[in-house]
């Protein structure tokens, strides 16, 4: 799969591979609905699903503003 322009990234809630150019690594995120921590009224945006590498500073509900987006890899499953 080719990294494509974050435009065209499902909306659905649907999880997907997202970066853009400062981002150490790519992230799992999904486009919906944000509660900010600091209350307020709910938001729609781009929040960080699960961090592969689990970089300590993009926790789960980290909000994120991704250039390009990729569908996530299937999983090993040790199949030939």
């Not at 992230?27 to 609905?33: H, L, M, Q, S, Y």
């Not at 938001?43 to 960080?48: I, L, M, N, R, Y």
């Not at 961090?51 to 926790?59: N, R, V, W, Y």
Request: glycine share 8%; proline share 14%; charged share 20%.
């Amino acid at each position: 799969n080719e990294w494509q322009p974050i435009e065209t990234a499902p909306q659905d809630g649907t999880v997907i591979l997202v970066r853009n150019e400062v981002m150490q690594h790519p992230v799992e995120a999904r486009w919906g609905e944000y509660q900010p921590s600091y209350g307020g009224p709910a938001k729609v945006a781009w929040s960080v699903w699960r961090d592969p590498q689990q970089f300590p500073c993009l926790p789960r509900g980290a909000l994120v503003i991704p250039t390009e987006w990729v569908e996530l890899p299937l999983p090993n499953d040790g199949a030939a």
